[in-house]
């Protein structure tokens, strides 16, 4: 089965695909929930609200990913992105 990821390595290396659909999912898990914390209490139409849920969503994930990188890297080569 071949997945489209905008990343053609992705049907090469299963841990890229992994990575791929596991924050898609988490990407999912967090959008749904913000979408239910929102949407009784929110004045934006449905779509300004799926965007503004779309977009805090990807700000959360982001640094999702970039939290579990600074600390494979700490952890496995003793590196600091931070500094």
């Known amino acids: 089965m071949l997945n489209f990821t905008g ?3 992705a049907n090469e290396w299963v841990g890229l695909t992994a990575m ?8 999912n898990r967090i959008a ?4 239910k914390a929102t949407k009784s209490t929110s004045r ?3 779509i ?5 849920i779309f977009q805090k969503t990807r700000r ?8 579990s990188f600074a600390s494979i890297m700490l952890k496995n080569f003793d590196f ?3 500094n």
């Open 7 to 9: 990343d053609p390595r």
């Open 20 to 27: 791929h659909t596991m924050f898609v999912r988490e990407h």
């Open 32 to 35: 749904e929930f913000l979408y």
């Open 44 to 46: 934006l139409t449905d």
């Open 48 to 52: 300004q609200l799926e965007e503004e």
């Open 60 to 67: 959360i994930v982001a640094a999702e990913i970039q939290v």
């Open 80 to 82: 600091d992105p931070v």
